[in-house]
């Protein structure tokens, strides 16, 4: 088999910030397309958890036929660690932390400083101001988001987001990756939870309130936006998907920026404080088979 060599219009050397489920998806994704990918994270054993979640994911790519090369051509081109420094080289790096302000900015300012000038930077929020991240660093026009959506490999959007900075040549070339990787961009100007975070968010509070207030169960409401409009999965699994702590942190947010409409609910917030954080912890809205 041949290893494949990047698209013209994806970059050939690729790091990542952070490599739980979604930093190790968007690996995964840059990887099977052909980049260098460098996964950065806080400790060694992290680092370590990360590489077996890219190579996993990997794997599976090669025995679904999706992939044409070995497990041993895309690993070659896998590195991790824990150090920023080693970004340097990197031509486009991807920052996949926690949905937490102070966490971004500090985790981009310390990869902006050891970056090219012409290198670009991204964040994978789903949720934070594009714009107001870029505030706080010292290139503008070479930051924007990219939001991935979980899981990764079998997502076809990624949300392009743009802050009033983002240079012209920048946007154009995100679109370029997004379509090297195999997927489809929606592109939004900065605005809070952007476009797709701001929908899904509010299907899901009200689908929560309706539990709450005893409408039906958890499991009929899902079957009714599976059933009834076509969704490939209910506001309340993909809730548990995504786990109920970054949904309760963006609805936070969202109704700190535009109102009561995304005050989370009780239900939500007595879920969170008691552990039930859905798929990651085995109990959300569903049970979940360890």
């Known amino acids: 088999m041949n290893t494949p060599q990047p698209a013209p219009s994806l970059p050939s050397r690729v790091g ?11 690996a995964h994704a840059f990887l099977v397309k052909g980049a260098d990918v ?9 680092a370590e958890a990360a590489r077996e979640r890219v190579e996993s994911a990997a794997a599976k790519s090669i ?9 041993d051509d895309l690993v070659s081109r896998l590195a991790v660690g824990v150090d920023y420094d080693a970004f340097k080289d990197r031509q486009l790096v991807v920052e996949a ?71 012209g040549e920048l946007a154009a070339a995100a679109r370029g990756w997004v379509e090297a990787l195999g997927k489809t961009a929606v592109v939004v ?67 700190s920026t535009l109102g009561d409409r995304f005050a989370p609910p009780q239900i939500l917030k007595d879920k969170v404080a008691r552990g039930e954080l859905g798929r990651k912890t085995g109990k959300g809205f569903f049970e979940w088979p360890g």
Request: glycine share 10%.
């Open 38 to 46: 460098l996964v950065v994270e806080r400790d060694e054993q992290s």
């Open 63 to 71: 025995e679904r036929g999706a992939v044409d090369a070995t497990l």
């Open 189 to 255: 100007h900065d605005a809070p939870g952007f476009a797709s975070s701001r929908l899904g968010v509010a299907i899901a509070l009200e689908a929560m309130r309706m539990v709450e207030e005893g409408v039906a169960s958890a499991e009929d409401i899902d079957a009714a936006m599976v059933l009834g409009y076509k969704h490939p999965t209910g506001p309340l699994k993909t809730t548990d998907i995504v786990g109920l702590d970054v949904r309760l942190g963006i609805a936070e947010y969202l109704h």
């Open 97 to 167: 932390v926690p949905e937490d302000w102070d966490l971004k900015v500090a985790a981009l300012r310390g990869i902006e400083e050891r970056l090219a000038a012409d290198a670009y930077l991204a964040s994978n929020t789903s949720s934070l101001s594009v714009s107001g991240l870029a505030g706080e660093l010292e290139r503008p026009r070479h930051f924007l988001g990219l939001h991935f959506f979980n899981p990764v490999p079998a997502s076809t959007l990624i949300e392009v987001v743009l802050g009033t900075r983002t240079s």
């Open 16 to 26: 990542v910030l952070g490599g739980g489920r979604m930093g190790a998806g968007i």
